[in-house]
C-alpha cells in the first residue's frame, strides 16, 4: 500500500511539475489573452460539437495541434518501452486530465495579466461552465482521473 501511495505521489508531483512549465510557455506563448485569442490561428467559435466534447470553448488551430501533441508525450514511456495494458493505459489517461487541469489552473496563477483572484465567470469568457467557483471541466476532470488512477492501482 505505501508503495502505491508513493507512486501516485511520485507520478502526481511530475505531472504538476510539467504543467507548470507548459503553463509557463502559453503564458509567454498568449501573454493575458487566453485559450489563444490574439494568436495567428484558425478558430472555429461556434458549432453544436463544441459544447459537446470541448466545453464550449472554441477550438483553434493551436489547440488542435497542442492536445495531441500532450497525449503523445504522455504515451511516449509505453512506445519507449513497448509495454501497454489496460491499467497503463487508465494511468495514462488520469495523468494527461490531471496535466491540463493544473497547467490551466497554473496559467492563471502565474499569469501576471490574471491571478488566482481573476479566475472567475466575469473575466474568463472561453470557461462557459461554471461550478462551485471554478470551471466545471476542473470538477469533472479530477473525479475521471481519480476513477481511472483508482482502476489503475486496483488490485486484481
Not at 34 to 55: K, M, S, Y
Not at 59 to 66: D, E, K, S
Not at 133 to 143: E, F, I, R
Amino acid at each position: 500500500m505505501k508503495s502505491t501511495r508513493n507512486s501516485i505521489l511520485l507520478t502526481l508531483s511530475w505531472v504538476a511539475l510539467l504543467a507548470i512549465f507548459f503553463a509557463q510557455v502559453e503564458i509567454q506563448i498568449e501573454g493575458s489573452a487566453g485559450w489563444a485569442v490574439n494568436l495567428p490561428t484558425w478558430r472555429i467559435e461556434q458549432h453544436w460539437l463544441l459544447d459537446l466534447f470541448w466545453g464550449g470553448r472554441a477550438m483553434t488551430g493551436y489547440h488542435a495541434w497542442v492536445f495531441p501533441l500532450i497525449a503523445m508525450f504522455f504515451h511516449f514511456p509505453m512506445f519507449m518501452l513497448q509495454q501497454w495494458s489496460l491499467a497503463l493505459q487508465a494511468r495514462t489517461i488520469a495523468c494527461i486530465i490531471v496535466f491540463w487541469i493544473i497547467e490551466d489552473a497554473s496559467w492563471f496563477i502565474m499569469n501576471p495579466a490574471f491571478g488566482w483572484h481573476a479566475l472567475r465567470p466575469e473575466t474568463v469568457p472561453w470557461h462557459h461552465h461554471w461550478w462551485w467557483g471554478l470551471p466545471v471541466d476542473y470538477w469533472l476532470g479530477s473525479a475521471a482521473a481519480f476513477v481511472l488512477f483508482y482502476l489503475s492501482y486496483r488490485r486484481k
